[in-house]
């Protein structure tokens, strides 16, 4: 079973507009943790956000938060103000695991901001 | 100062061929990874290394060794190599295995095999 769905192979969001890429996940562990990366065309793997199973309050980092819903196991990223630099592949990630060793990724959505 | 540096970035070899991409860091991380990132974008996690011991080792063919000298570095040797080990391969570090800051990647190497 896929440990990470991402349901939207790609998005469109027109400039300045927020958008919100989805992701959820399966683990039968209590304690993991949840993060997003970008990699835009050049392809570099970049990390936007982290978000602990045990925090309480959503994570935000500038324009980028993250949605985190426990009961629901959905973890959507939200960007505001979207700019034509967003464009990119984003990937939702899931470590887990006693010791944290199990890192996966999801199969990644690609935005595209409109001008 | 790059963080975590990969070399090659491009690889271009024939079926068959024995090659080596080497991985370094220079965070001060305890754990270095290796993955592979196929046509479709997916990314597969390969090796797992904490403190130069093996952590994880994904299902990848024995064709696959990584190698360890230190912490800082997590080499990857590929031996005879098919037309399906065409992708990209990144290395990654983390300050440990259940770090909260996720992972430092490497710029990827492209490897191509003809």
């Known amino acids: 079973a896929q440990k990470i769905t991402q349901t939207q192979p790609g998005m469109f969001v027109q400039e300045k507009e927020a958008v919100t890429l989805d992701c959820t996940y399966d683990t039968s562990d209590q304690s993991y943790g949840l993060f997003w990366y970008k990699q835009p065309s050049s392809g570099e793997m970049i990390f936007l956000i982290y978000?602990?199973?045990?925090?309480?309050q959503n994570a935000t980092e500038g324009r980028y938060s993250l949605n985190f819903q426990k009961a629901r196991k959905s973890a959507n990223l939200v960007i505001s103000a979207s700019q034509l630099g967003d464009s990119a592949m984003y990937f939702c990630?899931?470590?887990?695991?006693?010791?944290?060793?199990?890192?996966?990724f999801g199969p990644g959505t690609r935005l595209s901001v409109l001008p | 100062d790059t963080a975590v540096s990969q070399t090659p970035k491009y690889l271009v070899t024939q079926m068959g061929n024995d090659k080596s991409i080497k991985c370094e860091q220079n965070l001060g991380h305890d754990t270095m990874y290796w993955y592979k990132q196929d046509s479709k974008k997916f990314l597969k996690i390969m090796f797992s290394?904490?403190?130069?011991?093996?952590?994880i080792n994904e299902t990848v063919p024995n064709r696959f060794s990584p190698k360890s000298p230190d912490k800082a570095h997590l080499n990857l040797h590929i031996n005879s190599l098919e037309l399906g080990d065409s992708a990209v391969y990144f290395c990654a570090s983390s300050q440990s295995l259940d770090s909260n800051y996720g992972y430092t990647f490497g710029s990827g190497t492209r490897l191509t095999v003809v």
């Open positions: 990630a899931m470590r887990e695991g006693v010791y944290g060793q199990n890192f996966v």
């Open positions: 290394y904490n403190n130069k011991e093996l952590i």
């Open positions: 978000q602990g199973s045990y925090d309480e």
